[in-house]
């Protein structure tokens, strides 16, 4: 019997552990994301929104002017053209494959929506182009891990096997995994080889289902659930691609499929009752899917923000965040009450009014340990001199509770905040400059709340 799921047409809001939009929020899904619905449809009719097609397409009109094949040639796959073309993936890898030609822009509204949550720090695409790590450069900057088939570091470079459970830290670093390689130039200028024929995809699978599989990718894989959207591929392609991800017969039921078939096609009716015979959750509009799903996600994040105030408490420890690190924030808010600190933590996405600064101030004024957070973004707020509510009122607020008491700080540091930069040092305020910065990469966050359960204990 399959689990119960929140599915994205529901209009309840009965949320638990097991379901669908909890497990996004707390991080404990892999999305994974295909050609067919990468882009936005308004912008691209004639390819329904399909990258695949698009590149596709254009390769087929060049060969076609630089009278490679003629204009009558019946080709609709890759597989088909390369039959005929020796070096298609050379043609591939002459394509400009930069951010003018595959800019953010054209890409789906609600796919960019949904990374821009950065509920999906691991991402998994089966297209070869460009536009996903574009958008992902532009939500998780320099943190964000690229890699794909050709990486030969597998083992190494894959530590998501210690992150086990919802409330751990440090997250693991947000990736996108090329599962089938990608056909554009690395930063470092390296290209790989991408698969695009039918005999390539077959290469891919019998690899990762080999003696030379990525474990660690695939172990962190099957502990989470699964988002596929728009993956689509034949019946049979499609079968060994979700075996190969869930590892077990067992675990088949364990996620999330959203790609539109076609009832004409034969396959396609095969994959749906394939489908319905394993209870594969299965929904037959993935864009529809991804619009409703972002709909319960801000849903169910209301109601989380309900009760995060009505658990914070002041007079102990005040939490300060740049809003974009509100997830690894709340896991810190978590376990400091878990662990009997009342602590101030503001869940609201929207800062302004004199009722609210005066809350803060009035906050921060009875806290005896201030805590705020150094991270990624943090880090380009400073550099970019970038007026922050965090920065540029809890941090003076902070600053000015330190000249006349004496108010404990104490600089949690995430992954991707540079410490031993002299730029970022010089733009803190010397509350936090004096400090010394814990680093939860580093170390244990219990280690943490001991260190403030001594300061409040003085």
């Known amino acids: 019997m399959a689990k119960k ?10 949320h638990t552990d097991g379901e669908l939009i909890p497990s996004i929020i707390n991080g404990n899904c892999v999305l994974i994301v ?6 936005s449809k308004e912008e691209y009719p004639e390819y329904n929104g399909d990258s695949h097609k698009m590149i596709f397409e254009q390769l087929r009109n060049f060969l076609i002017e630089e009278n490679t094949i003629g204009q009558a040639h019946q080709a609709k796959t890759f597989t088909q053209l ?16 930069d951010t003018e030609n595959f800019p953010v822009s054209e890409m789906s509204r609600s796919l960019v929506d949904l990374i821009k949550t950065k509920h999906f720090r691991m991402v998994l695409t089966t297209t070869i182009d460009p536009y996903i790590y574009h958008l992902m450069r ?9 890699m794909d088939i050709n990486s030969k570091k597998w083992e190494e470079s894959f530590d998501f096997d210690h992150e086990l459970s919802t409330n751990s830290l440090p997250l693991p670093p947000p990736t996108l995994y090329y599962t089938f390689g990608k056909a554009f130039p690395t930063p470092d200028n390296a290209c790989t080889q991408f698969a695009i024929t039918d005999n390539d995809y077959i290469e891919v699978i019998s690899t990762w289902m080999g003696r030379n599989a990525p474990n660690k990718l695939l172990n962190y894989i099957r502990s989470k659930r699964i988002v596929a959207l728009g993956c689509k591929f034949d019946d049979w392609f499609f079968r060994f691609f979700w075996y190969m991800l869930r590892g077990t017969i067992k675990g088949l039921t364990e996620g999330e499929v959203a790609i539109s078939l076609t009832p004409q096609s034969e396959t396609d009716c095969k994959l749906k009752e394939y489908f319905e015979y394993s209870k594969i959750h299965f929904e037959p509009d993935a864009r529809v899917f991804i619009k409703n799903t972002l709909n319960l996600i801000n849903s169910y994040q209301g109601q989380e923000e309900e009760k995060i105030k009505a658990q914070r408490r002041r007079g102990e420890v005040f939490l300060s965040y740049a809003h974009e690190d509100f997830e690894l924030a709340k896991k810190i808010f978590y ?9 101030w933590f503001d869940s609201d996405k929207m800062r302004g009014g004199n009722t609210y600064k005066q809350e803060i101030h009035e906050s921060i004024a009875q806290c005896k340990v201030f805590v705020p957070i150094l991270s990624n973004q943090v880090q380009e707020d400073l550099r970019n ?27 949690v540091r995430l992954p ?3 410490e031993r930069s002299t730029e970022n040092h010089a733009k803190l305020p010397e509350c ?23 300061m409040l204990n003085r």
């Open 5 to 14: 799921l929140i599915r994205p047409n529901d209009t309840k809001n009965n």
């Open 138 to 146: 532009e939500v998780w900057g320099d943190e964000l891990r690229v």
């Open 34 to 39: 295909g050609s067919e619905i990468m882009l």
């Open 82 to 97: 390369s039959k005929d073309i020796r070096d298609i993936d050379g043609y591939i890898r002459q394509m400009p494959f």
């Open 416 to 418: 991707g905040y540079d």
């Open 385 to 411: 001199e970038t007026w922050r509510f965090y920065k540029d009122e809890e941090w003076v607020l902070a600053q000015a509770h330190c000249n006349t008491s004496n108010l404990c700080v104490v600089p």
């Open 432 to 454: 936090i400059q004096s400090r010394s910065v814990f680093d939860i990469e580093r170390h244990h966050i219990d280690t943490l709340i001991e260190i403030i359960h001594n």
């Open 335 to 343: 376990r400091l009450i878990e662990s009997g600190i009342k602590v």
